[in-house]
């Protein structure tokens, strides 16, 4: 497995902007597709965004397209999520995981590996 520490998130007004980021190691990046999850108080954790192992191919949940954007930069063994436009609706824990194929998913169940969250807020 890959040991995975996000960090980057905080407390910002609706409309602001937080890029979160995410360090891997332990295991060979380039092996996986990276994937960002969320989780509000009280609900189940949702996919956010995704990408291959390339950084080619990326997919988004529907209610972040067009605000938010996965990124990697694989020779810092790291990955993105650059989020503008925030809503309060985007408050939650903020999870990055990693999946030990290089084709990317939306599904929770496809990720092995599992960083320990970092809380976003968005006050209104």
């Known amino acids: 497995q890959v040991q995975l520490v996000e960090s980057g998130g905080g407390l910002v007004q609706a409309g602001g902007s937080l890029r979160l980021s995410c360090v891997a190691s332990?295991?060979?990046?380039?092996?996986?597709?990276m994937g960002w999850f969320r989780q509000a108080p009280g609900k189940e954790r949702d996919f956010v965004a995704a990408?291959?192992?390339?950084?080619?191919?990326?997919y988004y949940a529907d209610s972040v397209k067009g605000r938010f954007t996965i990124s990697r930069d694989n020779a810092k063994n790291t990955v993105y999520l650059q989020m503008n436009s925030l809503k309060p609706e985007d408050t939650a824990v903020y999870y990055c995981?990693?999946?030990?194929?290089?084709?990317?998913?939306?599904?929770?169940?496809?990720?092995?590996?599992w960083g320990q969250g970092t809380q976003v807020t968005v006050s209104s």
């Open positions: 990408i291959n192992w390339s950084g080619l191919s990326t």
């Open positions: 332990g295991r060979t990046f380039t092996s996986y597709a």
């Open positions: 995981a990693a999946r030990s194929r290089r084709f990317l998913s939306g599904s929770l169940d496809e990720y092995d590996s």
